[in-house]
């Protein structure tokens, strides 16, 4: 766990909140589909909300979706937010969106001593998700193209070519949300560390659950989704030096 000044913290996370409802209400206008995901679907389910010591917010969209709301969101977004992503902010290194906040800065671990350039409020990351059909040759193609992704990720000279032709693969297995059984619900690529295949009707109907006292929508069966992320044991605090944090740094920007 970091060393950030807990008041610090709980102000950048009723930031982060306030994002993460506007967020909301934007995809409840456009009719899109999202639910919380990793540790703040975890928060949600083990803390009623904010993992104690989290600092960011993560969110999981159909991919179309996703789309969608990358196209819409600059249009949309309140005042003090702002859509990352290569396009709105070009030096940005990842290929995932996340929308930051300019009422708090986060300076991250791999961060730290840069020069950086690109936009670093507090955040909402948000992953494209695939739907793929269920099948042992899909699962190890997913598998492996994971492990590849990763590994050039981590590369320091340019792997982008080949990360790209990865990702571009596992966007051909998408076969849409209309097949439900046999079905698995699957991360793009786009962010390497995070991975996993969900069973289609352990995320559909998504229903609502509180977060910080404020509904949001998760997946249908969220024990199998944090167990497939996690492991069984999801539900227990972990001991305070495995308490992963993103950030360094934190302030609030008055």
């Not at 909140?17 to 009719?31: P, W």
């Not at 936009?119 to 899909?138: C, L, R, S, W, Y």
Request: a negative charge.
């Amino acid at each position: 766990m970091g060393n950030i000044d807990p008041k610090v913290l709980k102000e950048a996370q009723a930031i982060m909140l306030e994002m993460l409802v506007k967020f909301d209400a934007i995809c409840q206008k456009h009719n899109l589909e999202y639910w919380l995901d990793s540790g703040t679907l975890l928060g949600a389910v083990r803390h009623d909300g904010f993992i104690p010591w989290d600092d960011d917010i993560d969110i999981s969209m159909p991919v179309e979706d996703y789309r969608t709301f990358a196209k819409i969101a600059q249009s949309e977004l309140a005042e003090g937010m702002f859509l990352q992503n290569k396009t709105t902010d070009p030096s940005f290194p990842f290929d995932y969106m996340k929308i930051r906040s300019d009422k708090a800065t986060i300076i991250e671990f791999h961060e730290e001593g840069k020069e950086v350039v690109y936009h670093q409020g507090v955040f909402i990351d948000i992953f494209p998700m695939f739907a793929i059909n269920e099948t042992k040759i899909n699962h190890l193609f997913y598998q492996y193209s994971f492990s590849a992704i990763r590994f050039f990720s981590a590369k320091k000279f340019n792997c982008s070519r080949i990360r790209k032709f990865l990702k571009k693969s596992l966007e051909r297995l998408h076969i849409g949300w209309e097949k439900k059984n046999g079905t698995n619900v699957i991360y793009s690529g786009k962010m390497p560390d995070v991975a996993g295949a969900f069973d289609y009707n352990a995320i559909y109907p998504l229903k609502k659950m509180k977060f910080e006292g404020i509904e949001f929508f998760v997946p249908n069966d969220c024990d199998h989704y944090l167990i497939t992320l996690y492991s069984k044991s999801y539900m227990e605090i972990p001991p305070k030096e495995k308490q992963t944090v993103h950030a360094c740094e934190m302030r609030i920007e008055k």
